[in-house]
């Protein structure tokens, strides 16, 4: 295979649409993890999506930095994911390169601070943080995504976010450059962070500090998170978490449940019986199913409360 890439000719023989990019990545081509025609629903936690044109999961930060580099040389469409656990792909697929994050994943403990890369994941995050006596992060430990989605989204749940915790950011930005941002930079607002204004800007590794606390107390405070998890959420379906964004003065769980919603289904998507704040995979659900039911419970609980429900979800492809 890797001799077609260089001849610019796919294993068909047929014209490759990138044979600059494949170029460019010659020397960490092993390395970089490349798929063509790559199905997405295996990439992301709602088990839906098209496929993408050429994915890639370079398998250290060398290989994953001349991957993005030459995509961005080459001008190619570029989506960067962690777990695609916030994420819902068009049927369609996602043309140019996606680029995942998962394998850069390292994390170092230095005294209260914790470097993670952009791959590794919240719940490695939270393990870090314990293994050495610190505290703040027990809330991660049940978020299924990577600390780059994360710090993207300024993930949260229960007592914490991860503004909270940030110290800086490296990043690159646009035009290839490694640039670094402290916390009051990244603009953290409630699901939200600068980084959501600048899709182009790659986060690569982020500091975080934390206190020192008992042990027992922080393992105590991660299994009851993780009970109440067990409790209420519906994690034996595929979906991205929640679906909707809390709107202010209420609960989007409440509202969809009161506006009669909840089982509601479309295709092979549902209402989750357990938490009307989930839309979940049923089986075989496509994204058209999904993003469909997603505007009728907006429509629903605009026409029956005046609320209007945003959605957490990010909607890749075309």
Same mark, same amino acid.
């Given at each position: 295979?890797?001799?077609?890439?260089?001849?610019?000719?796919?294993?068909? &023989?047929?014209?490759?649409?990138?044979?600059?990019?494949?170029?460019?990545?010659?020397?960490?081509?092993?390395?970089?993890?490349?798929?063509?025609?790559?199905?997405?629903?295996?990439?992301?936690?709602?088990?839906?999506?098209?496929? #993408?044109?050429? /994915?890639?999961?370079?398998?250290?930060?060398?290989?994953?930095?001349?991957?993005?580099?030459?995509?961005?040389?080459?001008?190619?469409?570029?989506?960067?994911?962690?777990?695609?656990?916030?994420?819902?792909?068009?049927?369609?697929?996602?043309?140019?390169?996606?680029?995942?994050?998962?394998?850069?994943?390292?994390? %170092?403990?230095?005294?209260?601070?914790?470097?993670?890369?952009?791959? #590794?994941?919240?719940?490695?995050?939270?393990?870090? #943080?314990?293994?050495?006596?610190?505290?703040?992060?027990? *809330?991660?430990? &049940?978020?299924?995504?990577?600390?780059?989605?994360?710090?993207?989204?300024?993930?949260?749940?229960?007592?914490?976010?991860?503004?909270?915790?940030?110290?800086?950011?490296? *990043?690159?930005?646009?035009?290839?450059?490694?640039?670094?941002?402290?916390?009051?930079?990244?603009? *953290?607002?409630?699901?939200?962070?600068? *980084?959501?204004?600048?899709?182009?800007?790659?986060?690569?590794?982020?500091? /975080?500090?934390? %206190?020192?606390?008992?042990?027992?107390?922080?393992?105590?405070?991660?299994?009851?998170?993780?009970?109440?998890?067990?409790?209420?959420?519906?994690?034996?379906?595929?979906?991205?978490?929640?679906?909707?964004?809390?709107?202010?003065?209420?609960?989007? &769980?409440?509202?969809?449940?009161?506006?009669?919603?909840?089982?509601?289904?479309?295709?092979?998507?549902?209402?989750?019986?357990?938490?009307?704040?989930?839309?979940?995979?049923?089986?075989?659900?496509?994204?058209?199913?999904? #993003?469909?039911?997603?505007?009728?419970?907006?429509?629903?609980?605009?026409?029956?409360?005046?609320?209007?429900?945003?959605?957490?979800?990010?909607?890749?492809?075309?």
């Amino acid at each position: 295979m890797l001799y077609y890439k260089l001849k610019n000719y796919d294993s068909n &023989g047929e014209k490759m649409k990138y044979p600059l990019f494949f170029e460019k990545i010659k020397s960490v081509y092993e390395t970089a993890g490349i798929i063509e025609n790559e199905p997405m629903c295996k990439h992301t936690t709602f088990q839906v999506g098209g496929n #993408a044109e050429i /994915f890639a999961k370079p398998r250290n930060i060398g290989a994953f930095m001349t991957v993005l580099q030459a995509a961005k040389e080459c001008q190619m469409p570029l989506t960067v994911i962690g777990r695609g656990s916030n994420l819902l792909v068009s049927d369609n697929g996602i043309k140019g390169l996606v680029l995942c994050t998962c394998g850069i994943s390292g994390i %170092k403990v230095e005294g209260s601070r914790i470097i993670a890369d952009a791959g #590794a994941t919240m719940a490695q995050l939270a393990r870090a #943080a314990y293994n050495s006596g610190l505290t703040g992060a027990e *809330f991660a430990a &049940g978020i299924p995504g990577t600390v780059g989605g994360g710090v993207f989204m300024n993930a949260g749940a229960y007592d914490g976010q991860l503004s909270d915790l940030v110290v800086q950011s490296v *990043f690159m930005d646009e035009e290839g450059n490694s640039r670094r941002i402290t916390n009051i930079e990244h603009r *953290f607002a409630y699901r939200n962070s600068i *980084f959501k204004h600048h899709p182009d800007w790659i986060i690569i590794q982020t500091e /975080f500090v934390l %206190k020192p606390a008992n042990q027992q107390d922080i393992k105590d405070k991660m299994d009851d998170f993780a009970q109440r998890r067990r409790n209420k959420q519906p994690l034996n379906y595929p979906s991205a978490g929640s679906t909707f964004k809390r709107p202010q003065g209420h609960f989007a &769980g409440k509202l969809i449940e009161d506006a009669g919603l909840k089982g509601a289904r479309m295709g092979g998507a549902m209402v989750s019986e357990k938490h009307a704040g989930f839309v979940v995979n049923i089986g075989n659900a496509t994204c058209q199913d999904v #993003a469909g039911l997603i505007g009728h419970i907006q429509q629903t609980v605009k026409n029956q409360f005046n609320v209007e429900l945003e959605c957490e979800v990010r909607i890749l492809g075309d």
